[in-house]
């Protein structure tokens, strides 16, 4: 039995062209001019997938999405937007719709998301967790805002959405994408972390991307890049703000089309991955700087999730420092130390610049500067900008 395909939009022309488009590759296309029109197909046409416009008389692309998702969650919708109604397609997304593609529409491109749309298993549904959900070992969160942040976190884990997350340096971000990725469908395959401020322009693109024998002097050989390396499992880019701007356009082609070329290559590689982005850069400040694309910027968004500074969630410092004084003093080989109660009142009071990353150094240092009699982690062995400031 042919897949069949619903068509929604006011657009004669539009209707048309891809009914032809679609038909000619094998797929059933029917069509409807209007949202009513539509819901009334769907129930005697059974379609497969559909692609729906935004803009229309009466009732918007919008609404059918949300009365498909109320009554036919597994019906995979594809929005159709102009470029100025992004940020609300971002939020369809958010709202259950498979993808969206800006008009005018690249029609290969259609073609594949409609194919991925289709042959997408039946997403697994994460009910909101409760306040009892258990954070992953690595997942330390005591304050309400970190606890928020983790229970987002699980409901969108297994979700193709991208997610960025934003907060100041040090504040554990990579932990959070771990979280994403072990709480996912996704979690036995690979989780593949790329820093993109650490890499200059040239070795970023090949790293990112792979490159084939001979594409540019001292390519020996063919090495698959990060995308391939996380297929079906999850991709960390790092620092999203610092990549070069003809990455940044490389990037959104396989955010949109889900493949790329190898530099050296014409011919395309599709890679399943699931991309999680991270910045302390405000984006939307580099967007108005011409330095970083709103569309790459929307692409990224579609699930936020910022991390507050270690000064503004005191209730995870305790935690912390605990769970850091296990991992060294294990490394170490030592007796386990423990917090004095004025060493974690100057811990408390510290505004902590450097965030967590800044707590675990403070407990590293104490825990090497310990002597073989103590039993716990006292003032003195805190370092003097602590001491100066608690």
């Known amino acids: 039995m042919k897949t069949k395909l619903l068509i929604v939009d006011d ?7 891809l009914q032809m488009a ?3 590759v094998g797929y059933v296309a029917v069509t409807a001019e209007d949202v009513p029109s539509a819901l009334q197909m769907i129930g005697e046409e059974h379609p497969d997938c559909i692609i729906t416009d935004v803009t229309m008389p009466g009732v918007t692309g919008y609404e059918l999405l949300r009365e498909v998702k109320a009554t036919r969650p597994d019906l995979p919708v594809v929005i159709m937007t102009a470029f100025g109604t992004i940020p609300q397609a971002v939020q369809a997304i958010r709202d259950g719709a498979f993808e969206y593609v800006t008009k005018p529409f690249d029609l290969d491109a259609l073609k594949r998301i409609v194919a991925a749309a289709i042959d997408e298993p039946a997403p697994v549904r994460i009910s909101k967790p409760s306040a009892k959900a258990t954070p992953s070992p690595r997942f330390i969160a005591e304050s309400p805002a970190m606890r928020e942040v983790f229970e987002t976190a699980v409901q969108v884990a297994d979700s193709r959405a991208t997610v960025l997350i934003t907060g100041e340096s040090g504040v554990g971000k990579e932990v959070v994408a771990k979280a994403l990725h072990e709480h996912s469908s996704r979690s036995s395959k ?3 972390a790329v820093s993109c ?9 090949s790293e990112l991307f792979g490159y084939e024998k001979g594409a540019f002097t001292g390519a020996q050989g063919t090495k698959p890049g990060r995308f391939e390396l996380a297929d079906k499992g999850t991709l960390f880019l790092d620092e999203i703000g610092e990549i070069p701007m003809a990455i940044q356009v490389k990037l959104l082609r396989v955010l949109q089309e ?12 599709r890679v399943d991955v699931r991309v999680v982005t991270a910045t302390n850069r ?9 330095i970083f694309r709103l569309d790459l910027l929307y692409r990224l968004q579609v699930v936020e999730l910022h991390i507050p500074p270690l000064r503004e969630r005191i209730e995870d410092i305790q935690p912390l420092a605990e769970h850091f004084l296990h991992k060294y003093c294990a490394e170490n080989e030592r007796p ?3 917090l004095s109660e ?4 100057k811990l408390q009071g510290y505004r902590w610049p450097g965030n967590v990353r800044e707590l675990e150094n403070t407990i590293e240092r104490g825990v090497v500067l310990a002597q073989a009699s103590e039993t716990e982690l006292v003032p003195k062995l805190l370092p003097p900008s602590i001491l100066k400031a608690a």
């Open 11 to 17: 657009e004669p022309n539009i209707r048309r062209i």
């Open 22 to 24: 679609f038909e000619k």
């Open 190 to 192: 690979p989780f593949v």
């Open 197 to 205: 401020a650490a890499l200059p322009e040239t070795l970023l693109e």
């Open 258 to 269: 889900r493949e790329f070329e190898r530099l050296g290559s014409s011919k395309p590689t």
């Open 282 to 290: 405000d984006l939307r400040q580099a967007v108005d700087e011409g």
């Open 336 to 338: 386990l130390l423990t």
């Open 342 to 345: 004025e060493t974690l009142e």
